[in-house]
């Protein structure tokens, strides 16, 4: 059997599965899928041919990622977030990749911190502490310091202890605090010289919540979960705890509607920290970072009840697999939707705003006037034409001349369930000749110039690149990184088509990563879109006309068009 052969009956035997458990009913979804995959992946560790085809390893680990991920409610969910972890590792040791180590890390680290009670947490932990360590024998001191601390009772503990004190030559100095106030003068001072916590925002829907935290300077902060108590009730809390801070006399938090925060309630917890807390209903995985210039902690809670979708999805490349062949016509249509394939709604960020015109043009021209028109126009094409391919919503985060922070954009866009996120902006260079056009999605990078155009789009906020590399590894995971290539993809060539048809020259800058604010914790495709150099002279004068601004948009809709045509039939072409 050739490997192409192999590939194809899996996946086809996981199409029909996920879509003939679409229909069945009374019955466990998830706990069934975990079956039949649990029974591949015992197949591959018996067929020798199959453990030679990377592929199918994945198609499996990822399977079992996304069981946890769709039914969380399942009884088997634990079990296949933490195969899907195994899985990863394995596949990083047989194929000596070291992307899928990290992989294996960044799940297994999921799992403790989503299934932290399980008797499976300090597997999942000792395996990131023995992956860790293969590059860093100080990290993985921390790690197995971990597992002999919060897993006192695991049947882990002694391999820990051992491996702590084999360690122990590796010890970090000093646990780094992660983040240092400021030095005295620097930042505005409230009374007694204590932070003051000013602002408490979120923005809830069904399956996800983000708060942020506001506060008047830098501060150090602790997070950390602590365990529902059935005796009082209580369910599940985080909190941060905020070191050398005080609470505004005005702080004022907006009532909880919905979503899966039950309250947010704030106090002195000692004399000089506030803790905030957050009573959580129901949760599957929480990230807390912060950000600077103003400072703020950003909390997000991801939840239950998701619609399916998504991770799983990734695993279908169209361009290598027939799917014709067996599908009748109406379990696809399902199909396509119960993998969340369906682009409904569609949230268009038009970059800066109000006190921050972004970049401005040698006679004045100012960014974020051209990314409000721009943005306006593909609205209007989509709300006219957009239902054609199923685009039913259509929404832009600011039509106002008005300040949004970075991270509100995307808290914008989850909270109007938007299934693509497209942030328009006007690109910047110190050379006025320098021209042409480029496509972002968000990533780490090492390119210079990439990471100078992220540095200016995220000029209103700050972070440093040590704290967003740690902030990034947190969201990698859910990013959607396939599916915004290949949306960048469609976007970057039909403006580019635009443009150089009617407006020659042009450069065709591709699509690049980088750590962009903006996007981060948007866990759908998301992308941001350089449409043009403002300092470029010839092409300040064209995006005063109508006539460019409308091309701009044009190319932007027929990317969103092509790529919105493509997820709705990925599973029949
Ligand atoms: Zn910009």
Redesign the pocket.
């Known amino acids: 059997m050739t490997k192409r052969t192999l590939s194809f009956l899996i996946i086809s035997s996981l199409i029909i599965l996920f879509s003939s458990i679409q229909t069945s009913i009374g019955q466990d979804r998830g706990e069934k899928l975990y079956e039949e995959t649990f029974d591949l992946y015992k197949n591959l560790s018996v067929n020798h041919n199959k453990i030679q085809n990377k592929e199918i390893w994945e198609i499996i680990a990822r399977a079992f990622y996304s069981i946890d991920r769709d039914y969380p409610n399942s009884p088997k969910a634990p079990n296949s977030l933490f195969l899907s972890g195994k899985m990863y590792e394995e596949m990083g040791e047989r194929f000596n990749s070291q992307k899928d180590f990290d992989k294996s890390v960044e799940i297994s680290r999921k799992f403790v911190r989503k299934y932290p009670y399980s008797n499976l947490a300090d597997d999942a932990q000792l395996r990131v502490a023995r992956i860790v360590e293969k590059e860093s024998k100080s990290d993985a001191y921390i790690e197995y310091d971990k597992l002999v601390t919060d897993f006192p009772k695991g049947d882990m503990r002694t391999v820990a202890l051992n491996k702590r004190q084999e360690l122990a030559p590796f010890k970090p100095a000093k646990k780094a605090p992660v983040y240092k106030p400021r030095a005295k003068g620097q930042a505005s001072t409230s009374r007694n010289g204590l932070t003051k916590v000013s602002q408490i925002r979120h923005w809830s829907t069904d399956d996800y919540t983000r708060v942020v935290i506001h506060l008047d300077k830098d501060s150090t902060y602790t997070s950390r979960l602590l365990k529902p108590d059935p005796q009082y009730g209580t369910p599940p809390r985080l909190f941060v705890d905020i070191e050398g801070a005080t609470v505004d006399k005005n702080l004022y938090v907006e009532p909880i509607k919905k979503g899966l925060l039950e309250q947010i309630k704030f106090a002195r917890n000692t004399k000089d920290t506030v803790r905030v807390v957050l009573y959580i209903e129901s949760f599957d995985d929480y990230k807390v970072f912060a950000l600077k210039d103003p400072y703020r902690i950003v909390m997000d809670i991801e939840g239950s009840g998701k619609k399916s979708g998504g991770y799983y999805a990734t695993g279908i490349n169209t361009d290598r697999y027939d799917y014709k062949s067996g599908l009748p016509e109406d379990r696809v249509s399902s199909l396509s939707e119960a993998l969340g394939l369906k682009i409904r709604t569609v949230v268009i960020d038009a ?2 705003g109000g006190h921050d015109p ?2 401005i043009g040698p006679s004045g021209l100012k ?1 974020k006037e051209v990314n409000l028109r721009i943005a306006k126009a593909l609205k209007k094409k989509l709300d006219t034409e957009g239902k054609q391919f199923g685009i039913t919503k259509v929404y832009l985060t600011r039509s106002t001349d008005k300040f949004i922070p970075l991270e509100e954009r995307t808290g914008i866009a989850k909270k109007l369930g938007a299934d693509l996120f497209i942030s328009i ?2 690109n910047a260079a110190r050379n006025r000749q320098a021209y042409g056009i480029e496509t972002y999605i968000l990533s780490l990078t090492n390119d210079q110039r990439s990471l100078a155009v992220a540095a ?2 995220n000029a209103t906020t700050s972070i440093s690149r040590s704290d967003m590399a740690n902030v990034l590894k947190q969201y990698l995971l859910g990013a959607k990184i396939e599916e915004s290539q290949r949306f960048a993809v469609h976007v970057q060539s039909s403006v580019v088509k635009n443009v150089s048809t009617k407006y020659p020259p042009t450069r065709n800058k591709g699509v690049k990563k980088a750590p962009f604010i903006v996007l981060i914790g948007a866990d759908i495709p998301s992308i941001l879109v350089e449409t043009s150099f403002i300092t470029n002279p010839r092409d300040e004068k064209r995006l005063k006309s109508n006539a460019y601004i409308n091309e701009i948009a044009d190319g932007i809709f027929v990317g969103v068009k092509r790529y919105s045509s493509e997820m709705q039939t990925a599973s029949i072409q």
């Open positions: 970059g800066h972004g970049a960014e902006h006007c200016r789009e």
